[in-house]
């Protein structure tokens, strides 16, 4: 059998599965700015990307041309801080993420 292919694209589907598979788990409200898919993928491009000032810089990136790689390369809709992120994700299940 050979061994299967891993593109950037089939990564991030099966990332895109898990996430739409994961729910969320905060009551609905006002205050919810950032949906679980942008923190989800906002931590997984930081990784990528191997850099902790990754979002940061994208948000500045942003904020002066009006575009920024975190939305075009992860498809993330807004970008939401390292403490926003980890306020969410420390709500969902470690196996919600397994495939």
């Known amino acids: 059998m050979p061994p299967a292919s891993l593109s ?3 990564l991030l ?3 895109s599965s898990a996430i739409d598979e994961m729910g969320d788990p ?4 006002n205050a919810t700015s950032y ?3 942008d923190a989800v993928l906002g931590a997984f ?3 990528f990307m191997q850099s902790e000032s990754f979002l940061e810089y994208q948000r ?3 904020s002066r041309s009006g575009r920024d790689n975190a939305q075009s390369l992860f498809g993330l809709a807004q ?3 390292v403490e926003q992120i980890r306020n969410i994700l ?4 470690a196996q919600a993420a397994r495939q």
């Open 8 to 10: 950037f694209d089939s």
């Open 13 to 15: 589907g099966s990332l």
């Open 26 to 29: 905060r009551q609905p409200s």
């Open 35 to 37: 949906s679980v898919r």
């Open 45 to 47: 491009s930081a990784f």
């Open 60 to 62: 500045q990136l942003n």
């Open 79 to 81: 970008i939401p801080s």
């Open 90 to 93: 420390d709500q969902l299940a």
